[in-house]
Every structure is written in structure tokens, then in C-alpha cells.
């Protein structure tokens, strides 16, 4: 059973416009969760963050939103440009009882010229 | 570079064979995280490691092992080679907030 869902294996968005790309989860007990961005041939790369006790989380040309009684998070990317073409995951953990992140399966977004 | 080196790179190797992955975390980081990924699958835990002692296991098999060194660098094991072995193998240190990953190592099991 996947605790963490990213429904659309794929997206793709003209560049300039919005990503938002979507994640579900399952775990009432998650608390804080991550966005990463991964390139071909590389490791996943740190985005940004939210922790439950907020709603909102902006860094630069990324915002996160946190929905908690739907328990969805999405990741907002504006404006989108070429470079963030790449897979992006959102995991998920319970930081309050220790545990580790669970990853969702990703997101291949793929921004067009 | 993210501080975090795993070694080698590509590897490619028969079934039955055990090979040995290599990960050195960022400098200060105690924690060392092992994640698999397969094709068109996300990260999956394998295992956690803390200053030398297992923390947490997630879906490894029983024919996957690791280790964490008093340097804090880390190994991973796998051996009797299946083709469904082939995968990333990521490597991740923690320090404040979320993980710091490795470049990976693509195995490749013919």
C-alpha cells in the first residue's frame, strides 16, 4: 500500500506558465514532507520543504502547499522554464515518532520552449 | 557536488555475483540512508544506518546487507545477483532538515 501518491507520472507545461504538480498521502501521523528534483544521471536534488504546522512554503519561483485535512501537498513552479525539466518526488515522514521518509513514485515534468 | 561520494558509478555484472557499493557521507553527517531505485519506481528505504549502528530497515532482502564504518563511510552488499537487482542505488546523508543524496550507482545485472 503506497503511502505516498503522485498520481501523474507526467506533465508537461510551456514554458513561462505554472507547474503544479500534485501528491497524496495516506498517513495521518506524516509531518513534515520534501519535495526533491532529479535529473537524468544524478541524484535526487533537495527543492524545498513544509512542515504541518504551516500551510504555505515559498522559496523563489517554488511553493509548496499543504492541505492536511485532504492530505494533499502540491508543488507550484512559476514560471516554469526548461531547466526544471526533470522528475520531482514528494516524500513524506512522521518526524515526531523518528521515523524515515517514504517516497512517492515521481513526477516527470517536462517544461517545452 | 553534494558532499555525499558514492562509488562506482556504473557497474555492471552476471547473476549470481555479489558486488559491493560504496558511500561516503557529508562531512559531520552520522546518518546513511540506502535507497533503491528501479525502473519507473520511486526511491525505496533499503536501510538506515547511525555512528556505526543499524537505525532502521525497510524493504531490503535478505540477500542485501550493509555496513557503516568508524570513518562513517558506508557499504552495501548485495550479493546472489538477480536481473530485477538491476537499479540506482542511492546513497543519502542527513543534517538539519531533509537528506543530501548521492550521484548513485547504476547496476546492471546480465
Known amino acids: 500500500d503506497q503511502q505516498v501518491k503522485q498520481n501523474s507520472p507526467s506533465l508537461s507545461v510551456q514554458e513561462g506558465r505554472i507547474s503544479i504538480l500534485n501528491c497524496d498521502y495516506t498517513n495521518s501521523m506524516f509531518d513534515y514532507f520534501l519535495w526533491y528534483k532529479k535529473y537524468p544521471a544524478e541524484g535526487p536534488t533537495f527543492l524545498i520543504s513544509i512542515s504541518s504546522i504551516k500551510d504555505k512554503n515559498e522559496d523563489g519561483r517554488f511553493t509548496v502547499f499543504l492541505n492536511k485535512s485532504a492530505k494533499h501537498l502540491s508543488l507550484h513552479i512559476v514560471p516554469s522554464q526548461p531547466g526544471d525539466s526533470a522528475v520531482y518526488f514528494c516524500a513524506a515522514s512522521a518526524e515526531s515518532y523518528g521515523q524515515n521518509f517514504v517516497f512517492g513514485p515521481g513526477t516527470r515534468l517536462s517544461v517545452l520552449p | ?21 560504496r558511500c561516503s557521507p557529508r562531512s559531520g553527517d552520522l546518518s546513511v540512508y540506502w535507497y533503491q531505485q528501479s525502473l519507473d519506481q520511486g526511491l525505496q528505504f533499503l536501510i538506515q544506518y547511525y555512528n556505526g549502528e543499524e537505525r532502521a530497515k525497510g524493504n531490503i532482502l535478505e540477500r542485501f546487507s550493509a555496513q557503516q564504518f568508524p570513518d562513517l563511510h558506508s557499504e552495501l552488499n548485495l550479493s546472489s545477483l538477480e536481473l530485477g537487482d538491476s537499479a540506482l542505488y542511492f546513497c543519502a546523508s542527513r543534517g538539519g532538515g531533509g537528506y543530501t543524496f548521492g550521484s548513485g550507482t547504476r547496476l546492471t545485472v546480465v
Do not use: E, F, N, Y
Open chain 2, 1 to 21: 557536488d553534494s558532499g555525499v561520494t558514492q562509488t562506482p558509478k556504473h557497474l555492471i555484472t552476471a547473476t549470481g555475483q555479489r558486488v559491493t557499493l
